[in-house]
């Protein structure tokens, strides 16, 4: 399968730890998007990356949460000092420069 | 501040129906639409993608239009099936901007 891939799929932690997550894009696409989404709600953007340069940041990504794209292949996205408000699902997706975003499987936080 | 709405909020169907998702966008300056269908618990399968040039697009049993001067666009589902029950997201921009979503039941 040459989709977008999410790792982990689940992470439960504890209030004030640290989390990372892992997006591979589809191996083409030189764009990569970070959403979360909350229950009942569309997902909301984050930041994206082009390339290895992250372009955007939305007011929602806090001090607490970074992303990286160091080869301009795979991404990560922390959060550190995790809130019990971050609970979500993170949700990456990829696309050419001008084209549709495809979307991988999204990782479910939940902090305790 | 773009803002996306969709309406109805849920709609439940008998199968075999033919039926309509509305999506309307305050701002008409966008690059592009993007219609999605997301299943409980998934992430988001893309379904359409009409560019800001484009004024339809197809693919087997849905179309989409695109009205960028009155800010709306429309999922048409033809002859719909139970398997098409999910939630249909409507996202426009280059950075999207999603809707709340429909959420679609097809009743067997």
């Known amino acids: 399968d040459t989709g977008v891939s999410q790792d982990p799929r689940h992470k439960i932690t504890k209030r004030g730890q640290n989390v990372t997550f892992r997006c591979d894009p589809i191996s083409e696409h030189n764009r990569l998007y970070w959403y979360r989404q909350t229950l009942g709600q569309g997902p909301e953007f984050l930041t994206y990356?082009?390339?290895?340069?992250?372009?955007?940041k939305s007011r929602l990504l806090s001090d607490r949460f970074s992303a990286e794209r160091p080869k301009g292949s795979f991404s990560t996205l922390e959060i550190q000092r995790t809130e019990q408000g971050d609970s979500a699902m993170y949700l990456c997706a990829s696309s050419l420069l001008v084209g549709a975003q495809y979307f991988g499987p999204g990782t479910r936080l939940t902090v305790l | 501040k773009q803002e996306v709405t969709q309406i109805p909020a849920a709609l439940s169907v008998p199968e075999g129906e033919n039926l309509v998702l509305n999506c309307s966008f305050t701002d008409s300056a966008i690059y592009n639409l993007q219609w999605f269908r997301q299943d409980p618990g998934k992430g988001l399968t893309s379904l359409l993608l009409i560019q800001s040039s484009q004024r339809e697009q197809t693919s087997g049993r849905l179309n989409a239009s695109l009205d960028k001067s009155s800010g709306r666009s429309t999922l048409y589902i033809a002859a719909s099936q139970p398997g098409d029950s999910a939630t249909y997201l409507c996202a426009v921009g280059e950075r999207l901007t999603f809707g709340e979503g429909t959420q679609l039941t097809v009743n067997p």
């Open positions: 990356f082009q390339n290895e340069a992250q372009l955007e």
